[in-house]
């Protein structure tokens, strides 16, 4: 019996379909209509509720660590108010979505600075839209080191991370509690849970899969 985690989905992509204007901003601008939607996601029967800071990098925010900050009040409330809920803080991806890239020293020092901010704020870490063997085992060694009992989710993006790359990723790093499938089908994910997740699950009974409750 596979432990099944049930998640927030594509809040970005919710906030578009109100207004396309909010963007990736509206932790700043619009914090009680984002606060809403993380509501109906938790109403819904979410347990794990992920920061949105997705989009809170140096290639695309130049004041990432203030937007940063300033959203983890909103995530403080929600716990508050929703105690049963996980909070998880995004660590997105370094490079363009769903392409690789050199672990440069800007890399190192993004993720130590990023994991170094949410520590304050989140339950657990969750690596999202992850395409890299490389890149994950840097970034959860960056956690462990900053957060020694640190708990850590993994999304993985569908046929980038190989069963081999997978079993080595859990057995270095034991705190990893959870491993997800993202943006895709359900057809993809199904192929890829099947053919690689599976796999590793059966072998590790502790670690839970989950998915994200995308579109409501």
Request: proline content about 5%.
């Amino acid at each position: 019996m596979v432990n099944i985690l049930w998640m927030d989905g594509g809040i970005l992509y919710e906030l578009n379909k109100i207004d396309k204007d909010f963007g990736e901003t509206a932790i700043v601008n619009n914090p009680d209509i984002l606060k809403s939607l993380y509501v109906n996601y938790i109403n819904l029967g979410a347990k794990f509720i992920t920061t949105n800071n997705y989009a809170f990098k140096p290639s695309r925010q130049h004041n990432w660590k203030e937007l940063c900050i300033r959203g983890a009040s909103l995530f403080t409330g929600l716990k508050l108010d929703h105690p049963h809920i996980t909070i998880l803080g995004s660590i997105p991806p370094f490079h363009p979505t769903y392409k690789t890239g050199p672990i440069s020293p800007e890399f190192i020092a993004f993720y130590k600075e990023l994991v170094k901010i949410l520590a304050l704020y989140v339950d657990t870490f969750i690596l999202e839209t992850q395409i890299d063997y490389g890149h994950c085992d840097h970034i959860c060694n960056i956690i462990t080191k900053h957060r020694e009992n640190a708990e850590i989710f993994l999304s993985i993006y569908p046929d980038k991370i190989t069963v081999e790359e997978l079993w080595r990723l859990v057995r270095k790093y034991p705190m990893i509690k959870a491993i997800l499938i993202n943006c895709c089908s359900f057809d993809k994910m199904r192929d890829y849970y099947d053919k690689v997740v599976s796999r590793v699950l059966a072998a590790h009974k502790s670690v839970a899969f989950g998915f994200y409750l995308n579109k409501i």
